[in-house]
C-alpha cells in the first residue's frame, strides 16, 4: 500500500537552530511531493512543492525540501528556527491516481 | 479573493443529532475533498467528489455523507450512525485528480470544530 511516514511526531529546536523534518514514502517514484504547515486552528498552507522539475525545491519562509530517489525521501529543512515556525508540518505524496496521501504530522517547537 | 469557505468555524452537537458542515469553493477546481483530523492521526479522507453529481468513498467514510450539486459546493453531514464525531473537519479543493499535468495539489479552506456534548 502506498504511504508516508514522518519520522518524529515531535521535533524541538532552539531559536537559530536548523530545523529538519523527514518525510519519506513507500513504493515507486511518485510525480508529486508536497510540504503543508497548519497553525492552531488553521488549514493547511503549502509550503513548498516537487514536481520534477529540480530536486531542491524552495518555499516561502526560507524552507526548502530535497527529493532523493534513491532514499525515497523529501525531508524539509531550514537554516534557522524562528518563533513563527512553531507549527505542525505535512508530507503528501500524489501517485497520481488518487488522492493526496498524507504524512501524520510533525509538531515543530521553537524554544526561546 | 478566491478560495475556500467553511462554516461554521465552531459548531457544537448533541449526541444522537445529525449536523451539516458547508464548503463553498470560487477557484473554478472541479474536485473537492473532506478530510478529518484528530491529533496524532493526521489527515484521513472521508470523501471525495471529482466532478458534479458523483463521489467517492474515502477511507473513514461509515457515519458521513456528502452530496455534490453544484460544482462550487460540497456539504459534509456527520450523521448520528458517527460513533466519535468530535473532530477537526478540513474541506479541500483541487484540479481534477487524474491527467498528466496536474500536481493534485490541494487548497485548504480554514476548517470546522465539531464537538459533541
Known amino acids: 500500500a502506498q504511504s508516508v511516514t514522518q519520522l518524529g511526531s515531535h521535533v524541538s529546536v532552539s531559536e537559530g537552530a536548523l530545523v529538519l523534518l523527514r518525510c519519506n514514502y513507500s513504493s515507486s517514484v511518485p510525480p508529486y511531493l508536497f510540504w503543508y504547515v497548519q497553525y492552531p486552528n488553521q488549514g493547511l498552507q503549502l509550503l513548498l512543492k516537487y514536481t520534477s522539475a529540480a530536486t531542491l525545491v524552495k518555499g516561502i519562509n526560507g524552507f526548502e525540501a530535497e527529493f532523493k530517489k534513491s532514499e525515497t525521501s523529501f525531508h524539509l529543512t531550514k537554516p534557522s528556527a524562528h518563533m513563527s515556525d512553531a507549527a505542525e508540518y505535512f508530507c503528501?505524496?500524489?501517485?497520481?491516481?488518487?488522492?493526496?496521501?498524507f504524512g501524520k504530522g510533525t509538531r515543530l517547537s521553537v524554544i526561546a | 479573493d478566491g478560495g475556500i469557505t467553511q462554516s461554521p468555524k465552531y459548531l457544537f452537537r448533541k449526541e444522537g443529532q445529525n449536523v451539516t458542515l458547508s464548503c463553498e469553493q470560487n477557484l473554478n477546481h472541479d474536485a473537492m475533498y473532506w478530510y478529518r483530523q484528530d491529533p496524532g492521526q493526521g489527515l484521513r479522507l472521508i470523501y471525495y467528489?471529482?466532478?458534479?453529481?458523483?463521489?467517492q468513498k474515502g477511507d473513514i467514510a461509515e457515519g458521513y455523507s456528502v452530496s455534490r450539486e453544484k460544482k462550487e459546493s460540497f456539504p459534509l453531514t456527520v450523521t448520528s450512525a458517527q460513533k466519535n464525531p468530535t473532530a477537526f473537519y478540513l474541506c479541500?479543493?483541487?484540479?481534477?485528480?487524474?491527467?498528466?499535468?496536474?500536481?493534485?495539489?490541494?487548497?485548504f479552506g480554514e476548517g470546522s470544530r465539531l464537538t459533541v456534548l
Open positions: 479541500a479543493s483541487s484540479t481534477r485528480t487524474s491527467g498528466p499535468t496536474n500536481t493534485g495539489e490541494l487548497f
Open positions: 467528489s471529482q466532478i458534479v453529481n458523483d463521489f
Open positions: 503528501a505524496v500524489n501517485w497520481g491516481n488518487t488522492p493526496l496521501v
